[in-house]
T-cell receptor, first 109, second 116 residues
Framework: GQSLEQPSEVTAVEGAIVQINCTYQ??????LSWYQQHDGGAPTFLSY????GLEETGRFSSFLSRSDSYGYLLLQELQMKDSASYFC??????????FGSGTRLLVRP | DTAVSQTPKYLVTQMGNDKSIKCEQN?????MYWYKQDSKKFLKIMFS???????INETVPNRFSPKSPDKAHLNLHINSLELGDSAVYFC???????????????FGPGTRLTVT
């Protein structure tokens, strides 16, 4: 089966860099994606890693290491609007996307 | 233009009632989903349709019945509502059932269901 683990909460200062980790245990792995969800809002797709390495999209980057069963989302030049919950997700062997429990990021001034 | 829309946004009802939530996507996607997000923000898939055919049916009570009249619409009907059904229900869509498509899903704004 699948399970993904993320820290429940992370706090950082505006302008700083923060890393949100995600470890997974799965019987079959196809890649890792990341979603952002503001309070009261819908999850929004941020990035996808199918292969090992770093994917960069503006201030956000995502990294995957299959050998370590580990990935992370890196947010640079933090802004107050980045305060949100961040979810890693993986697809299982069927047609399901399995989400982690989410990491609540609080950006302080 | 709204990509994935849901109605209603809020739904307050009493136990035992029957209610429906509607979802429409104008992205031309083939695959649509229903997710339930509980109070701890845990997001879990309930159903998925690909071109009007049911492809995922998770272990949910059979009081929940999805219907897809065409590939742009996916509705959720809930019979005999219970207190534990209170949650936010999200509709989502993806381009297709290809592996890469699954990872990039587009979510509707959610329907906050409160059962009293």
């Amino acid at each position: 089966g699948q399970s993904l683990e993320q820290p429940s909460e992370v706090t950082a200062v505006e302008g700083a860099i923060v890393q949100i980790n995600c470890t997974y245990q799965t019987s079959g792995f196809y890649g890792l994606s990341w979603y952002q969800q503001h309070d009261g809002g819908a999850p929004t797709f941020l990035s996808y890693n199918g292969l090992d390495g770093l994917e960069e999209t503006g201030r956000f980057s995502s990294f995957l290491s299959r050998s370590d069963s580990y990935g992370y989302l890196l947010l640079q030049e933090l802004q107050m609007k980045d305060s949100a919950s961040y979810f890693c997700a993986e697809k299982d062997s069927s047609y399901k996307l399995i989400f982690g429990s989410g990491t609540r990021l609080l950006v302080r001034p | 233009d709204t990509a994935v829309s849901q109605t209603p946004k809020y739904l307050v009802t009493q136990m035992g009632n029957d209610k429906s939530i509607k979802c429409e996507q104008n992205l031309g996607h083939d695959t649509m989903y229903w997710y339930k997000q509980d109070s701890k923000k845990f997001l879990k898939i309930m159903f998925s349709y690909n071109n009007k055919e049911l492809i995922i049916n998770e272990t949910v009570p059979n009081r929940f019945s999805p219907k897809s009249p065409d590939k742009a619409h996916l509705n959720l009907h809930i019979n005999s509502l219970e207190l534990g059904d209170s949650a936010v229900y999200f509709c989502a869509s993806s381009l297709s059932t290809s592996s890469l498509s699954y990872y990039e899903q587009y979510f509707g704004p959610g329907t906050r269901l409160t059962v009293t």
